[in-house]
């Protein structure tokens, strides 16, 4: 009896044995990011309060948005210590329509100053690059502890990658 | 007892044997299209077009070559042949000729002369009746060395059609044109498809 049932439970682990131990465990989906949406790269240029002066006589420059590491409503905004120089987390507040906004004097850290980034929206297909494609347009205004009381408005398109496109 | 031993001991020892690509692999000839007579063919309206057809090797031997598409002489337009042929592994392989048929009504809309996409020049010089020239089909900022310079044809005063062109700009960008529209004899719009540097936006242009 008991030799019996050392066989089959030597049996029963041969055959899972067999059974599971070429199991590569499948694909697994990669999935996206929360703010996935919300991410990429733009042209983007700094305008003073009145909307179509360039901001210090700047031009478009080259920003990116990705997600924080939370994985949450948190993405980060990143001119890439270009022209006004700015680096702070900011959330979505409306993942429908694509707005966000940032907290009160958030961090900014180019500068280790604050930075309050408000009005911020993403709108699908609405703008042109330099090239002519139909990409989307984002906005967003911000209030740098440096010039407190100025609003300045950054507006701008999404990088479609083509070389005519490019700044 | 022993025997059940031995048993689990071969099933584990030979449950992930990778043997799988042992003495499988082989060659595998891609097929080789090669079409008689051009790619390009302009004829006029009424003219008639003849099939001159291709040949399809795989490695040394023929294979069957498929051809789609239809060209109808009659009606001005772009026509697009496609040669296609599939070795015996899957893989294919395509070859397109382009057969522009151009009205032979004598075209009432010059396109000579200076066009402009935002601030972008494009200058177009006139070759014959429905053949034309121009300097920067895709609209660019004028002067840049990326700019096509480009054959095209006014198919029959609403169509617009520049054929695929090798080494169109300075810097040896292929491009070719997609069916574009005549609005009027100051106005018209294509698409240019480019080997690289160039999107799709559509390229509208206007009569300086």
Redesign the interface.
């Known amino acids: 009896m008991k ?1 019996l049932n ?2 089959t439970f ?2 029963i ?2 055959a899972s ?2 059974f599971i ?2 199991d590569e465990g499948g694909n697994p989906e990669a999935g996206g990011t929360k703010t996935k949406d919300f991410a990429g790269d733009w042209h983007i240029i700094a305008l003073e309060p009145d909307g179509e002066t360039p901001a210090y006589g700047g031009d478009y420059n080259l920003f990116t948005t990705y997600n924080a590491a939370s994985n949450d409503e948190n993405f980060w905004i990143d001119d890439h210590d270009s022209w006004m120089v700015i680096k702070t987390k900011v959330q979505v507040t409306d993942f429908k329509n694509l707005t966000f906004s940032g907290q009160p004097d958030s961090e900014e850290l180019y500068g280790e100053g604050t930075v309050t980034v408000t009005n911020g929206k993403i709108i699908k297909k609405a703008a042109h ?1 330099f ?4 990409v989307d347009s984002i906005y967003f205004e911000a209030e740098f502890d440096w010039d407190p009381g100025i609003i300045y408005k950054f507006a701008g398109h999404k990088r ?1 990658g ?4 490019e700044l | 007892m022993k025997k059940i031993f031995y048993f689990i001991l071969a099933i584990v020892t030979v449950s992930c044997s990778d043997t799988t690509t042992e003495d499988i692999s082989r060659v595998t000839n891609y097929p080789v299209i090669t079409l008689n007579g051009e790619s390009l063919m302009i004829l006029n309206q009424g003219d008639t077009y003849t099939e001159v057809g291709g040949t399809a090797l795989e490695g040394e031997t023929e294979i069957d070559l498929t051809l789609k598409g239809t060209v109808n002489t009659a009606v001005p337009n772009v026509y697009k042949i496609i040669y296609s042929a599939i070795n015996v592994d899957g893989f294919p392989a395509s070859k397109t000729r382009t057969v522009v048929v151009l009205s032979t009504t004598p075209s009432a809309i010059n396109l000579e002369g200076t066009f402009a996409r935002g601030s972008n020049i494009n200058n177009i010089t006139r070759l014959a009746d429905r053949k034309y020239m121009c300097d920067n089909a895709a609209g660019y900022t004028t002067g840049d060395e990326n700019n096509l310079k480009m054959i095209f044809y006014n198919v029959d005063d609403t169509k617009i059609y520049a054929p695929y062109q090798e080494n169109a700009s300075d810097t040896d960008i292929s491009a070719e044109s997609n069916v574009g529209t005549i609005e009027d004899e100051d106005n018209f719009n294509w698409i240019i498809y480019a080997s690289s540097f160039y999107g799709t936006a559509t390229r509208i242009f206007t009569r300086q």
């Open positions: 030799v050392i066989k030597l049996l682990l041969a044995v067999s131990s070429c690059s090239g002519g494609h139909v479609t083509f070389l005519e496109d």
